[in-house]
């Protein structure tokens, strides 16, 4: 696991999005998995800016979101679909048909998780994740309690995020509280993944996820056990670390580093 400390969001999001470019150039055909929420909303503007300034090409990508409110179309002003196209697709020329979110209003909602499993591993499988972090230190939407190896499938959302995320709706009633969820193992399949967090309110899930036991209570902490994480992190999500300085010692004399 790798730790990096940047100032602020924006040199956060810039970081990331770094991570990102440096892949789709080696890569042009990487397969990426996508977060929604507040925490990307950055990586997504700058990668947005490098497509249209630096001709970064996303038109042989393939990407898979981590999950989808139940119960909500494609079209709802609060679904992933919409937060999507609206904060991304739309501007970068990704195929329409490469893109896979979860659906939200499937029929047959077990058969829908297995197919979106099967879909991910005949791409190839997941290049590179991008992550945000619950409060409750979740990734995706696997609550604490979530089996670390759990695959895509419907989760009952804790009443936590369902506070954390009422903040995008009219009234606390309207967020659902059921989800399409990429599982922890699905997760964990990525070959590399990059976690985000900025903000006070992430401080506590970041310590436990980075430098507290590795445990179902808080499902980031399983990225312990993963070849190839790195947190970027802002100087308010990384207060509570107790090794704050030995990450920036460790990333100041990083091989090659400036
Ligand atoms: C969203 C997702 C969630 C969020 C997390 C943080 O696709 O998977 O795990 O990353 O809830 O949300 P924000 O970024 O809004 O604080």
Known sequence: MEIIIRDDYASVSQQAAVAVADLLRAQPQAVLGL?????????????????????????????????????????????????????????INVPHENIHIPDGTASDYRAFCESYEARIESCGGIDLQVLGIGSDGHIAFNEPGSSLASRTRIKTLARQTIDDNARFFD?????????????????????????????????????????????????????????????FLDTEAADQLKMADEYRWIQDNKPGAP
């Open 35 to 91: 977060a929604t929420g507040s925490t990307p909303l950055g990586l997504y503007q700058e990668l947005i800016r490098l497509h249209r300034e630096e001709n970064l090409d996303f038109s042989q990508v393939t990407t898979f979101n981590l999950d989808e409110y139940v119960g909500l179309a494609a079209d709802h002003p609060q679904s992933y679909h919409y937060f999507m196209h609206d904060n991304l697709f739309r501007h």
């Open 171 to 231: 009234s606390v009633d309207d967020v659902p509280i059921y989800a399409i969820t990429m599982g922890v193992g699905t997760i964990l399949d990525a070959r590399k993944i990059i976690l985000l967090a900025n903000g006070a309110n992430k401080a506590s899930a970041v310590a436990d996820a980075v430098e507290g036991p590795v445990t179902s209570m808080c499902t980031a902490s399983v990225l312990q056990n993963h070849p190839d994480t790195i947190f």
